[in-house]
């Protein structure tokens, strides 16, 4: 085996366990503050769309009472550039601002797309250090009022081929589709949290 596949495999593992670690953290999360503020379902989502969500009353009480932060990133439009998410292809997708940067160098960033019930999170697992790409080091998350939290595509998309081709989200290289390497979370998950050969690494 030769040191590129060593350094790889590492690598792979590396992001399997922070990704695994960070949506459990999540999960935790949401159930903590379930305790203190009610079921998910009835929580005061936001209504306004396509803004970051972190910085919202919503977070400052349904999640910011139960986060160890140690940073924030992203907050000044100095910082700005930093988290331009690109998809796999290194593409621009989307704008993410207002980051919660926590204690394992993981950072948390929330995105409002749908008013009244539905956001994205986001899990950025390296925060601003990385090349910032989805399925490579950040990861979509979904969060319902009625679904609670899952990877992105968990409740629609059945099998591997479904979320290798997607038309919108794939877990491949090579597509040019906005948010191309959506899925591969959701893969990731499928496989068992481990990084299958034909993961588009």
């Known amino acids: 085996m030769t040191l590129p596949t060593i350094t790889q495999k590492v690598d ?3 992001t399997v366990t922070k990704l695994k670690k960070s949506y459990s953290t999540l999960q ?3 159930r903590m503050s379930e305790k203190d503020n009610g079921e998910v379902v009835e ?3 936001p209504t306004e769309t396509n803004y970051a969500a972190n910085e919202s009353e919503f977070f400052k009480k ?3 009472p139960y986060f160890k932060v140690v940073g924030k990133t992203g907050f000044y439009a100095a910082e700005r550039v930093q988290y331009k998410i690109n998809n796999i292809d290194g593409e621009q997708a989307i704008e993410v601002l207002y980051w919660h940067v926590l204690p394992d160098g993981t950072a948390i960033g929330m995105f409002n797309n749908t008013a009244g019930g539905y956001i994205w999170i986001f899990i950025d697992i390296n925060a601003n250090k990385g090349v910032n790409r989805l399925g ?3 990861f979509m998350t979904e969060f319902y009022r009625s679904k609670h939290l899952g990877m992105w595509g968990w409740d629609i998309l059945r099998n591997r081929d479904e979320i290798l081709n ?3 989200y794939p877990c491949k290289k090579g597509s040019h589709k906005k948010y191309a390497g959506g899925l591969c979370g959701r893969l990731i998950e499928m ?3 481990e990084i299958k050969d034909d993961y588009p690494w």
């Open 12 to 14: 792979k593992q590396v």
């Open 28 to 30: 935790q999360i949401i």
């Open 43 to 45: 929580w005061d989502f």
């Open 62 to 64: 349904y999640f910011e």
């Open 136 to 138: 490579k080091d950040i």
């Open 166 to 168: 997607d038309s919108n």
């Open 191 to 193: 496989d068992g949290w």
